[in-house]
């Protein structure tokens, strides 16, 4: 039996910039992690050291 | 009611009932949020405060702090874009941006932009330096608060006072560099802050139309042209020894000296120009120029700095 779907629907378009968001916050979310990663190795135990 | 009152009306409307299903957002229309041209301003202006600072910063925490002032940078024009959405709409220039197009809903753009300034923040204080932060955090407040929820629509004063927000980046570059503050990037500032006023009336001048019919008071709306020419003249008079000053007080090298003083006079010429013409197409075009060249204005001064203060004399 064919049943029609239910609640929002995305069109095509809607679905592409979906994933195209997606893929840019996920790249964010890495970069942001390397980015903490490459400081931690710079600062050393440093990195605690927070100066105003 | 008047035409101009309906318009507004309509593009507020317009923008209110944006946002109601799934969004059709690309990644293009959030960097467009950003304001990409002004933050690479920021990011330039910020570099030359990280660069001409004294002692050493490992490329790794000044990578960072760039980072962190461009995204804080985005931020403030991202909430920028939100709150002037129904202005944004009735103008040309401005008509094109993500959320008059309803490409982006406010809500959309508000979350964005509030995500993005507690990111640019956190993460310049946790990696960088709380005093920077806490600058940066200040400079986005200003900017949509201050300047964006307030002035812009209130006074005709509203960039001139406004302009502090884009002139704390070389402070916030300088800070994160060295952990304090002292006098070279309070130039710098005071150079940004000056310059502002001749850049943006150069431009309202050519779009006095646009501003009218979206009620924002603009010094040549509420003053007219005239007096707008007058102001333009005046502060790029003052412009001039205010560029010049990180020489004068010893900050700078011979070569600084010479680019500010020639640069001002080019850029009193340009305003001179801007007086002399009062009508029709020429003086539409000295403006134009005034505004194009401004901007060379800048990039001149701040581009010899880096290169003095920044290889120089770091090679010294």
């Known amino acids: 039996m064919d049943e029609k779907p239910k609640g929002i629907v995305l069109s095509e378009e809607q679905k592409r910039s979906r994933r195209a968001r997606s893929i840019a916050i996920a790249l964010a979310l890495g970069a942001l992690v390397v980015l903490f990663y490459v400081v931690t190795l710079v600062k050393g135990p440093a990195v605690l050291n927070r100066p105003l | 009611m008047s035409l101009v009152s309906e318009g507004a009306e309509f593009a507020g409307r317009r923008v209110a009932s944006a946002g109601y299903g799934p969004s059709i957002a690309s990644v293009g229309d959030y960097v467009a949020l ?80 509030i995500v993005l300034a507690a990111f640019a923040v956190g ?5 960088v330096s709380w005093l920077a ?27 001139v006072i406004g302009g502090a927000a884009g002139a704390f980046p ?56 005239e007096e707008t020419r007058r102001k333009i003249l005046l502060y790029s008079i003052g412009l001039v020894p205010i560029g010049a000053a990180p020489w004068l007080l010893g900050y700078a090298q011979i070569i600084y000296g010479v680019s500010a003083l020639l640069a001002g006079a080019l850029m009193v010429a340009f305003a001179w120009r801007v007086r002399r013409e009062r009508d029709g197409e020429r003086a539409e ?4 120029d005034l505004f194009a060249f401004s901007i060379l204005y800048l990039f001149v001064l701040f581009a010899v700095l880096l290169v003095e203060g920044g290889v120089i004399g770091h090679a010294v």
């Open chain 2, 170 to 225: 070389p402070i916030i570059g300088w800070v994160a560099a060295t952990g304090g503050i002292s006098v070279e990037p309070c130039l710098l500032f005071l150079i940004i802050f000056f310059w502002t006023p001749p850049h943006f009336w150069a431009l309202s001048l050519v779009r006095v139309d646009d501003y009218a019919r979206a009620r924002v008071p603009m010094l040549p709306v509420v003053a007219g042209p």
């Open chain 2, 285 to 288: 075009r000295a403006a134009h």
């Open chain 2, 34 to 113: 950003m304001k990409p041209r002004v933050m690479s301003l920021v990011v330039f202006t910020a570099l030359v405060g990280v660069m001409i600072a004294p002692g050493h910063i490992h490329p790794v925490i000044g990578f960072t702090a760039l980072l962190c002032i461009a995204v804080g940078a985005g931020a403030a024009g991202a909430l920028n874009m939100w709150y002037d959405a129904d202005i944004d709409a009735v103008m040309r220039r401005t008509s094109n941006r993500p959320i008059p197009r309803g490409r982006i809903a406010p809500g959309e753009a508000l979350a964005f932009g």
């Open chain 2, 133 to 159: 932060a806490a600058l940066l955090a200040f400079t986005i407040f200003f900017y949509v608060a201050v300047y964006t929820a307030w002035l812009k629509r209130s006074t005709p004063q509203n960039i």
């Open chain 2, 123 to 127: 993460v310049l204080g946790l990696l």
